[in-house]
């Protein structure tokens, strides 16, 4: 017999050896992370600095009168075309081939060089050709609503909930709609995107700080679709390749996307629509595989209810919402409608332009929504209500070699993507098993190529920054490779799986950071001229994201109580970081206000000290004509 303090101490160790493992995993993640942070923000800082030294030679520092230059934003737009407005000291006209001021540097972004010719045709109405030409962009967009991240969540609300939840899914991809609709009509209308928006009208402590947020989401959904794509292969080989294996063949499957994009756009779109097919008919196959009912399909979208749901499903309810609407597809997808060879001097011709696009996002949505509803039913189905030991023996008695994957106990299955394979195989046939790791394969890597196409967006529009789009690509998915490989080197594949409710959680917080400045620049008539938003549109679009805002960090909260072990510590960076989240929120809120054309938050001293009031008050009906 064992002395009870020998074994104690055993486990002690152990333990903290465990510990003493993650934590040098998390020290280096999170040291060379900050290595990069730091090399980024002091390029660009030099960069700023050469800049704003070239705009004081030129204009003179106000000149020997001390009169300040004339500013654009200080005047009025009244005739069409409207220029985007900037904050910045000249009195150069912009628009999309131009950065800051004519002093910097042209900007070299996508589609300046290659844009997709728009046909004529004497059909005002509606015109296929037309329609044809504009399809594109709101596919590559609608590819976020489909990443291993929102496909785990459908399997999930369906194993949780049944079909109950279905219409959250609905409802959020209406949302998302709406947000979509405005994110590209302020591409078409300005010819810059929303990061490039931001560059001009925020200062630079918010902006940069703004980037940060948006670059925290890519990063988080890049390593969403790194977990899925190292699940997909870890399937596919049946084990063959181990899971840190496929987290470094990830680095190699991104570069396959530089070799895409050099054959043009228009072929890099194709093959976009190539893998939401593969998506579609693979899903679709395991649909007409598990044969959901459907009639409960039907009452799950139009009867909104969660009749018996517990807590984990109400939290399941609010996961979907966070999952599908991603704060960087806003500004995907408003750089993405810059690649049409729209004339922004004709009206006509804009709106023509927000008329397909719309168009097509509500197409492109639909089908993706479609998928989505082809998970949850799957799920909803066949592992709503059954345990780990009736999945477990349903695997032994095929001789699955994944069977180990479900404990032998009496409770109920905690589905991700890779217990979800294992289970379809055991169930339907081995077949589901291969045909679900290429669907959730090709969805990892569609995600892949649009966080590459977000992430240089990010980088250029922010900061003004170019970089090679290789290095950009090696940046990005380098930092999210680290930490992701660490663990599925060091853990087995329940922790690597169980990230992505973490990421979930911290790409939720990172929603409003999209939000507010989509609904900003879109409400003013400075930069959207008479294509602003209207009333009713400022209203539902604020409101609904209120709602979603709210929701989303009713999930954050929900998810660090049920995370943190109680420690005082952990309590006090949670308070602090909180602070300081909601400064950053409330600021962009109160920037909003002003769009809106509340203009009293700008005459409180303290605040209207450091809103920066002139560059800030966009709507105004005083000035000179451009």
Known sequence: MKCPVTSTVYIYSLSVAHLLIHLRAFLKSLLFLLVILFVVLY?????????????????????????????PSDTVVTSWPISPVSNSNSTTTLNENTSLTANEEEFD????????????????IFSFRKFWAFTGPGFLMSIAYLDPGNIESDLQSGAAANYQLLWVLMWATILGLVMQRLSARLGVVTGLHLAEVCYRQYPKIPRVLVWIMVEIAIIGSDMQEVI???????????????????????????????????????????????????????????????????????EGLIIPR???????????AVGIVGAVIMPHNLYLHSALVKSRDVDRRKKEEVSEANKYFFI??????????????FVVSVFASGLYGKTNQQVHDACVAVNNTHSDIFPENDDLVDADLYKAGVFLGCTFGVACMYIWAIGILAAGQSS????????????????????????????????????????????????LTGMNDMLNAIMSLQLPFALIPTITFTSSERIMGDFKNG?????????????????????????????????WWQYVLVVIVGLFYISLVMYLVLFLLVAFGFNLCCTIPFLSEHLNVESYTLDTTEGTTM
């Open 228 to 298: 899925g794509t190292a699940i997909a292969l870890y399937l596919l080989s049946n084990k063959a390749i181990p899971l840190w294996g496929g987290v470094l063949i990830t680095v190699v499957d991104t570069f396959t996307f530089l070799l895409l994009d050099r054959y043009g756009l228009r072929k890099l779109e194709a093959f976009f629509g190539f893998l939401i097919s593969v998506m579609a008919v693979t899903f679709g196959y395991e649909y007409g595989v598990a044969k959901p009912d459907q009639v409960k399909v039907i």
């Open 360 to 373: 097509e996002a509500v197409v492109a949505l639909f089908v993706s929504f479609l998928i989505n509803v």
């Open 109 to 124: 972004t996508y589609f300046a060089d290659e844009k997709i010719e728009i046909p004529k045709s004497e059909n005002k």
């Open 306 to 316: 969660c009749q018996g749901c517990n807590s984990a499903a109400l939290l399941q």
């Open 535 to 567: 009333v009713f549109t400022k209203i539902l679009s604020s409101l609904l994201s209120l709602v979603v805002i709210i929701i989303n960090l009713w999930f954050v909260i929900s998810f660090l109580d049920s995370t943190l072990s109680g420690a």
């Open 448 to 495: 892949t190529m649009t966080g590459t196409y977000v992430g240089q967006f990010a980088m250029e529009g922010f900061l003004n920054l170019r970089w090679k789009r290789w290095q950009r690509v090696l940046l990005t998915r380098t930092v999210a490779i680290l930490p992701t490989f660490f663990i599925a080197f060091y853990e087995d594949i329940n922790d």
């Open 43 to 71: 390029h660009y800082k030099g960069q700023m600095s050469n800049i704003d030294e070239q705009d004081r030679t030129e204009t003179g520092g106000g000149g020997e009168d001390g009169a300040t230059p004339v500013r």
